[in-house]
């Protein structure tokens, strides 16, 4: 039971390069999220998806897109990377809607560095 | 937008001894939740307490509520070296989302 799983665990990018995280849960859950971790930001969202199909805007979705290609995967894309988005980057999941305020798993999430 | 705030920053104990962390938050919550995140790892969820219990505990974890003064603490006991990590507590709000504090770093020396 692997339960949520990022891939790649590290990245190194130039600036202006672009490249999409990957994460896949295996819990049968309905919402999956995408968070950056900063020190002494905590975590804030980037993205959220309620379901298939249905994604939504975060505290800080400017440089990001996501896309949720089934229940399994929810996908994390930086069209053109910038110094400010080196983070690290954590997957989640909940069982039921994010308005439930359940609790979600995590991966283990991508630590990217952006020069 | 943080919504609950997390005191200490950083806590430093000996192994056996308590530790007890603290979160404030500004609105009205359904639940409220604590995490721990180990070193270069994910979040965990460690317990959630409703906004109608005031006490819960789950093995050596103890988190009380007190809605009235919007504060919720989490008490380790008896910590091991193995608690060491980043303490987190999310709010859970009426028709919002989980909202993470900033963490609490928790050292245990043996």
């Known amino acids: 039971n692997a339960g949520v799983t990022q891939t790649p665990k590290f990245q190194v990018l130039k600036t202006g390069q672009s490249m999409t995280l990957q994460c896949a849960q295996d819990?049968?859950?309905?919402?999956m999220y995408w968070y950056r971790q900063d020190p002494g930001m905590g975590l804030r969202l980037i993205y959220y998806?309620?379901?298939?199909?249905?994604?939504d805007k975060g505290e800080v979705p400017n440089g990001y897109n996501v896309s949720r290609l089934n229940k399994r995967e929810f996908s994390l894309r930086l069209e053109s990377a910038a110094p400010s988005q080196t983070s690290v980057y954590f997957c989640?999941?909940?069982?039921?809607?994010?308005?439930?305020?359940?609790?979600?798993?995590f991966g283990d999430g991508t630590r990217l560095s952006i020069l | 937008s943080q919504q609950g705030e997390e005191d200490p920053q950083a806590l430093s104990i000996q192994e056996g001894e308590n530790a007890t962390m603290n979160c404030s938050y500004k609105?009205?919550?359904?639940?409220l939740q604590w995490y721990r995140q180990n070193s270069g790892r994910g979040l965990v969820h460690l317990i959630l307490?409703?906004?109608?219990?005031r006490e819960k505990h789950s093995g050596r974890l103890r988190v009380t509520l007190d809605t009235s003064k919007k504060s919720s603490s989490l008490l380790i006991t008896a910590s091991r070296a193995a608690d060491t990590a980043s303490y987190f507590c999310a709010t859970g709000n009426q028709g919002g989302k989980l909202i993470f504090g900033q963490g609490t770093e928790l050292s245990v020396k043996p």
């Open positions: 819990m049968n859950h309905n919402s």
């Open positions: 989640a999941s909940s069982e039921d809607s994010p308005y439930s305020n359940q609790p979600q798993h």
């Open positions: 998806s309620a379901s298939e199909g249905t994604t």
């Open positions: 609105t009205s919550i359904n639940n």
């Open positions: 307490i409703r906004s109608n219990e």
